[in-house]
């Protein structure tokens, strides 16, 4: 640019200035002739309106500069004469005028002219070099400006800007620089707080079109974060994983695991296209059991539980080290990979945000459960029969299906923590829960009521003989059953009282009251048995609704 801008000053300056020589010696030598041209007219003149001729000759030849004056005939004229100029006096007549030093004027004509060339060569020579020197410091300084704002656009802010003048220029150069300065600092600030919050983002050329790119990667990000803080439940999280993973990274190959750490258990939450393993305990999991990524690109065989050897894989645990550690398993062909690596750190930080909010969500869950669970039978409690019972019975009777209710208690059971021991006691109720959940269905819930009664519900019951044959399989199972205590094996026996909903009442919770009243019947006419509850019972117990 530089170089450009002052050839084309040299060039106007150069040929201004010939142009304006060429012109200016034109028009001298032009002038000159016509000077000696009007004087030969002058003496002429003279000579024609003069009366006496011999005396105007003599005035002529005393002309400065005149050396001789003669009339010629034409004929004679027609060699030029040196030092001489003809003009005519008549049609056969011509004047010579022999002037003394006519090729000395001509010389002094074309000296005139020479110095007139130099000294206007001298000029542009003289012009270009001081524009050259003023012009130039403000030249490199677009030069060096152009550089730098190019560097700039791609964030690098390394090339400053200098100047050797003392003006207003100075104060730019200063103040751009010290601009940059602090842009990069800046710039750096921005980049590595990128990678911390997205670590190992790929390197490119352009560093500012990277950190723009990462911004807004990291604002969707951000804006993911809030959303997932207001979903209901982990599911609504997984589901918003999974439709970042197909449709904003187009995976086509991946398997999103959950490990619950309280349970040691593993378990597959989605699973599209190929995938390389199918881990069922958690610590056969590499990444699960070294909290690392797991990479096949410099490995192939770095987890022995990937059986694809076409396949590159990568996978992925995110977890805040508590009670939950998801593990993202993705699978790529090596076109894609080199079309998708790009994309890991993003996932990762995807995977990241969600960790902790799955987390909260699931160890939220837990405390809920445990709030709604019996510690002692792992069995839902009497809160968590209060928080479901009335939308069980209202989806019963929307579906016009019948639910049974068995209030369960078991006989004479004071009597074994009396004689041997609360640890005896424990034992009891522990196998009547189990026998109890594996004797119904997964639809159905069981419920420790409280002490030694349990509460079972059946769902969508076809009739009333269905809900006492169930009653009757389970009294008579437990009564069968030996339950070794730290002292000697017992049996034991249970009493079972039943009601049917909405059958006998359109209220559940009266329905509650009735299979116990049936309990209590059961109890009162020598126990060991299931009593269906009837309308006589109300008269017997004088209960009102």
């Given amino acids: ?237 997984y589901n918003r994983l999974i439709d970042i993973f197909e449709n904003k990274f187009k995976l086509q190959n991946f398997k999103l695991y959950a490990v619950l750490n309280t349970k040691n258990e593993i378990k597959v939450i989605y699973e599209k296209g190929e995938t390389c393993c199918n881990i069922k305990i958690p610590n056969l999991c590499r990444a699960y059991r070294t909290t690392k990524e797991v990479n096949s690109i410099n490995f192939p065989m770095i987890c022995q539980e990937h059986l694809c050897p076409n396949h590159k894989y990568i996978c992925i645990p995110f977890s805040t080290g508590g009670t939950f550690t998801g593990i993202a398993s993705i699978n790529f062909t090596e076109e894609c990979y080199e079309e998708k690596k790009e994309l890991i750190p993003y996932i990762e930080s995807y995977l990241n945000e969600a960790a902790s909010i799955i987390e909260a969500k699931y160890t939220l869950s837990l405390m809920k459960q445990s709030s709604l669970t019996d510690q002692l039978t792992g069995l839902y409690n009497r809160r968590y029969l209060e928080e479901i019972l009335d939308k069980i019975a209202a989806s019963a009777i929307r579906e016009k299906s019948l639910l049974g209710i068995l209030m369960i208690d078991v006989d004479y059971f004071k009597k074994v923590n009396d004689t041997l021991g609360h640890d005896a006691g424990d034992l009891v109720l522990k196998e009547l829960s189990r026998l109890l959940q594996s004797s119904v269905r997964d639809s159905d819930f069981v419920v420790r009521f409280g002490g030694e009664e349990f509460i079972v519900v059946l769902q969508n019951i076809k009739d009333e003989d269905g809900i006492l044959k169930v009653a009757e399989k389970i009294r008579e199972t437990f009564a069968n059953t030996k339950i070794t205590t730290p002292t000697k094996s017992i049996t034991k026996t249970i009493s079972i009282g039943v009601s049917a909903f909405p059958k006998d009442t359109n209220k559940i919770w009266e329905c509650i009251k009735f299979s116990d009243l049936a309990l209590y019947e059961a109890k009162d006419t020598g126990r060991n048995k299931v009593v269906k509850f009837d309308e006589k019972l109300l008269e017997k117990s004088n209960y009102k609704s």
């Fill in 1 to 237: 640019m530089k170089k450009k801008i002052l050839i084309f000053i040299f060039l106007v300056i150069t040929v201004g200035g010939v142009i304006f020589t060429a012109f200016t010696a034109y028009r001298f030598s032009n002038i000159t002739d016509l000077a000696i041209k009007h004087s030969a007219q002058t003496i002429r003149d003279v000579y024609i309106y003069s009366s006496n001729k011999e005396e105007a000759i003599k005035l002529i030849k005393n002309m400065p500069n005149i050396e001789n004056i003669e009339v010629v005939d034409k004929s004679k004229t027609h060699t030029k004469i040196k030092n001489c100029i003809s003009t005519q006096i008549s049609a056969d007549k011509d004047l010579v005028i022999h002037f003394k030093s006519l090729a000395e004027f001509e010389n002094e004509k074309y000296s005139i002219i020479l110095e007139t060339i130099i000294i206007n060569l001298m000029f542009i020579a003289i012009s270009n070099l001081l524009l050259n020197w003023l012009i130039s410091p403000y030249l490199n300084f677009f030069e060096e400006l152009k550089e730098s704002i190019e560097k700039a656009k791609h964030g690098d802010f390394s090339i400053k800007l200098h100047t050797k003048l003392k003006n207003e220029l100075q104060k730019i150069v200063e103040n751009y620089n010290v601009f940059l300065d602090q842009l990069n600092k800046s710039f750096n600030l921005v980049a590595k707080n990128l990678n911390i919050l997205i670590p190992n983002i790929p390197k490119t050329n352009d560093k500012l079109a990277s950190v723009h790119k990462n911004m807004e990667i990291l604002a969707d990000i951000n804006k993911f974060k809030k959303i997932i803080e207001e979903d209901a439940n982990i599911d609504e999280i």
